[in-house]
């Protein structure tokens, strides 16, 4: 059985000003997100699910339906905040849904394989999805999941420090935490991360970053089920909380309920979260086409 690549698409882009998961930035105004699928399907998944908010529907199937018909399969799953499939019973005013870990739950019994999660405006190469698909095919359990460990120099911004969550792992090469750094970059040649007092500590050269990709099966939604409700009912008053997936890897591995095994890839990271980035990924994307690591139209 393939596995499914699920797409994280229902946020609003509020600080891009714009539905950014449907903007455009190859040079045949090709998404992010095409990208992602054309090399998610080159590494073998079968099937494509987006995570969306209803009101997203028309405009998705609109954009992605024309290229991928024959290509391959595709669903639409909605993050609502409709809580009673949870055991809630009472209604949580909110203006924006409950996280990315929300998000992943939402695809319980619409998703019945394998599956890895991604989010739809960061483009992650396909030396990612080769090496996802494998485990996913070859080595995933209910009890051992996965994430892409990204090498920190091609998660950095040449404009900037950037807020990194960099991987602690064993000997196994597990998981044991995720400490998020909020000023990561580059000092004398050296990878650093800042503190609040100013003071900045060395990266070690193999330190790995996780840039939210993700492998899991579907007793994923089981075990993660009541930490949601719990994560609600403490947050319930707190309009801005979310539940990140993290916070679910955290609790999982605490627990001994599954393990994490930490992938390591070469591939190189950018993504977009305000409009001043655009043209930074489309130049980025441009060199790939003009290297031919990818054709200068992805859809035939």
């Known amino acids: 059985m393939k596995p499914t690549l ?23 105004n090709e998404t992010i997100i095409d990208y992602s699928i054309y090399d998610a399907v080159r590494a073998g998944f079968g099937k494509v699910c987006f995570i969306i908010r209803e009101e997203f529907l028309e405009s998705f199937k609109g954009i992605f339906e024309p290229k991928l018909k024959g290509v391959v399969e595709t669903d ?10 949870y055991g809630i019973d009472k209604q949580i005013e909110r203006q ?69 969550g960099i991987c602690l792992v064993n000997s196994e090469g597990n998981l044991q935490e995720i400490n998020e750094r909020t000023k990561v970059y580059a000092k004398d040649g050296v990878i650093v ?44 008053s707190n309009p801005k909380a979310e539940f990140f997936i993290p916070l679910m890897a955290e609790a999982l591995t605490k627990s001994g309920t599954a ?8 591939s190189k990271w950018f993504g977009v979260t305000y409009k001043e980035d655009k043209p930074i990924v489309q130049e980025s994307l441009s060199k790939l086409v003009a290297d031919g690591t990818y054709p200068s139209k992805l859809w035939k």
């Not at 797409?7 to 190859?26: C, E, H, N, T």
């Not at 393990?259 to 070469?266: A, Q, R």
């Open 6 to 28: 699920l797409i994280l698409a229902a946020g609003m882009a509020s600080r891009y000003g714009s539905m950014k998961q449907v903007d455009g930035f190859g040079p045949n």
């Open 76 to 85: 639409y799953i909605f993050q609502t905040f409709d809580l009673t499939k």
């Open 96 to 164: 924006k849904p409950w996280g990315t870990g929300h998000a992943v739950l939402e695809a319980a019994g619409k998703v019945n394989e394998p599956f890895c999660v991604i989010n739809a405006d960061d483009f992650y190469g396909y030396d990612a999805f080769k090496k996802m698909a494998d485990f996913l095919t070859n080595e995933v359990s209910d009890e051992k999941y996965s994430l892409i460990g990204y090498e920190v120099d091609k998660t950095l911004s040449e404009h900037g420090a950037v807020s990194r």
């Open 193 to 236: 991360y800042e503190d609040e007092s100013g003071n900045t500590t060395p990266l070690h050269d193999d330190a790995r970053a996780s840039m939210n990709f993700w492998g899991f099966t579907p007793a994923v939604f089981e075990q993660t089920k009541p930490l949601f409700k719990a994560f609600v009912q403490e947050n319930e």
């Open 259 to 266: 393990v994490f095994k930490v992938i390591p890839t070469s």
